[in-house]
């Protein structure tokens, strides 16, 4: 038994499909299939089922599956305990951040970090709050950067900075004349609200207790902040940015921000791992890289804030 045809059964059960799998592996169909064979008559069982229409996994199977995942997570911690031992920064290392988070961010201090440490490997996937938790739980990210939220106690948490929210208003709106938004101001405003399992929708439902607008027709329901704010510039209604996407506006975009009226709301970002990570020494220097690259009041906290 090795720990590559270990790596090959998981491949073959994420794909169902072993030209799939062969071709994730990087070998050819016929090495991957022979080598998960005599795995099987190793262990004298059948690990999958094959029929022509599909792959799946026995039963027993199933569990050797569990088992081949703990032991190459096992080998792989070996190799990291051994690189941060040495401080040694190579390697693929994984990141998922919120895209409420990411557009903002990642420019101020991705380029610059891949220039300092050209022989590091990261790589970031956008996704939503639920999503990142249980890709650090399934060991497929190793850090999440999202808003700090209740019932992350399973993880461990790296904080970096608070980020206020502003309101985004159109100038035919009759919020546009006021300096500051109240959120008794929002109720009965055409608001333009992020799907639902965004934690930057959620929050602010909360604060500005519009659980009654939720259910209005005042309210829309898409995706991408980006195409709230073209609504907004079009003459319609309000949405929401955070602090970061300001420094991204033209001068004509900026005569629209507004912000809360005091306390203001805002969002601790953190960085998220388990808690048992081992690679400090790269974590650390993404957490310098990220500080470093948001203005410096944003680092603490201030009086005429509410962290939500």
């Not at 071709?23 to 190793?42: D, F, M, R, W, Y």
């Not at 026995?58 to 080998?75: C, D, F, K, M, Y």
Request: proline letters at 5%.
């Amino acid at each position: 038994m090795t720990l590559q045809q270990l790596e090959y059964i998981l491949a073959l059960n994420q794909f169902r499909h072993f030209g799939k799998a062969a071709e994730h592996c990087g070998v050819t169909q016929p090495t991957l299939s022979a080598l998960i064979q005599k795995l099987e008559e190793e262990l004298d069982i059948r690990i999958f089922d094959r029929t022509r229409q599909s792959v799946s996994p026995t039963p027993a199977g199933r569990l050797i599956l569990g088992q081949a995942r703990q032991v190459l997570a096992e080998a792989a911690r070996i190799k990291e305990m051994v690189a941060e031992e040495r401080h040694i920064l190579t390697g693929t290392f994984t990141l998922g951040i919120l895209p409420t988070i990411a557009p903002y961010l990642l420019p101020r201090f991705f380029p610059q970090l891949m220039k300092q440490h050209p022989q590091l490997d990261i790589r970031v996937t956008e996704m939503k709050t639920a999503a990142i938790k249980q890709a650090l739980a399934d060991e497929k990210i190793d850090v999440g950067i999202v808003a700090a939220l209740d019932g992350m106690d399973d993880f461990a948490q790296t904080p970096l900075f608070y980020e206020q929210f502003y309101a985004y208003v159109a100038r035919e709106d009759e919020l546009f004349s006021r300096e500051t938004i109240r959120t008794a101001d929002l109720s009965g405003t055409q608001l333009w609200l992020l799907d639902e399992g965004h934690c930057f929708r959620n929050q602010l439902v909360r604060f500005c207790q519009l659980k009654s607008a939720q259910t209005s027709q005042m309210v829309y329901h898409l995706g991408s902040m980006e195409t709230f704010m073209r609504m907004v510039e079009g003459g319609k209604g309000v949405t929401f940015i955070p602090e970061l996407a300001i420094s991204q506006l033209s001068e004509t975009q900026h005569e629209l921000v507004r912000p809360f009226a005091v306390p203001r709301p805002t969002r601790q970002i953190v960085m998220l791992t388990s808690k048992d990570f081992i690679r400090c020494t790269l974590l650390d220097i993404l957490r310098q890289a990220i500080q470093a690259a948001v203005p410096a009041e944003m680092l603490s906290p201030k009086p005429t804030q509410q962290v939500i």
